[in-house]
């Protein structure tokens, strides 16, 4: 089985991603897309059962129109957005399975046409901390909505997430549903609409680093092994 990670190197908390795949299976195949051109990547991914988008740099806010944000915004990396928003596209062409990590759930909202708190503190003062704070991350809990894909795989209505962002889901994108919340209203994680109605790929994005948690918490190894199961379901039943 080979999965695609948008970045799955440069620095340590990039190779947590293989980690903790192969956690749940040693023998996947981590094909980095990082280095690409859009061109090459979309090619390597239709010889891929997954995909993943990673956490890093902020998305432009051009990206969905609003490009007076970007004085809110922290570091921009314009290739990486060029090569993820490829790659969300053709996964969805492909019917490929996608998970969204962090800036990966935010590039999955603004491709599908949402828009992003460009700061946190700023946009929507809170309580909760959601930003990476003295070199750690902070951490609160989510109420998970019931009925949702998380419910279903973790098992579980409110847990402990890790938590490393300035920015967020601010209107999101029509063809999605929020699957758990934080106290403040902030959207920890979404999926499709209307899964249940089949006709679309396995897509779930999770605001938190769940490869940064301990596996033994109810929202971490249980997505790896959710998602690593609907991708072997994808190189049986499509690619092959």
Known sequence: MKIAISK?????????YAR????VDSDVQIVDMIGRNPEDAVIALSECDGLVLSGGPDVDPQRYNEPEKRNMC????????????ALAREARELSIPMLGICRGAQVLNVAYGGTLYADLPTAKPSTIEHRHI???????????????????????????VNSAHHQAVEKLASIF????LAPDGVIEAFEWGDATMGGKPFLLAVQWHP?????????SLNIARHFLHEADAYSVLIRR
């Not at 799955?8 to 947590?16: D, I, L, T, V």
């Not at 922290?74 to 928003?85: N, W």
């Not at 549903?177 to 758990?180: D, E, I, N």
């Not at 948690?213 to 929202?219: A, F, I, K, N």
């Open 177 to 180: 549903t929020p699957s758990a």
């Open 20 to 23: 903790w795949l192969r956690a």
């Open 74 to 85: 922290g570091l921009i990396d314009l290739d990486r957005d060029e090569l993820e928003f």
């Open 211 to 219: 490869e940064r948690m301990s596996y033994d918490e109810p929202l």
């Open 134 to 160: 003295d070199s750690a991350d902070s951490s609160h809990v989510v109420h998970v909505e019931s009925g949702s894909i998380i419910r279903r795989i973790a098992g579980v209505f409110d847990s402990s």
């Open 8 to 16: 799955a190197s440069g620095a340590a908390n990039y190779e947590g």
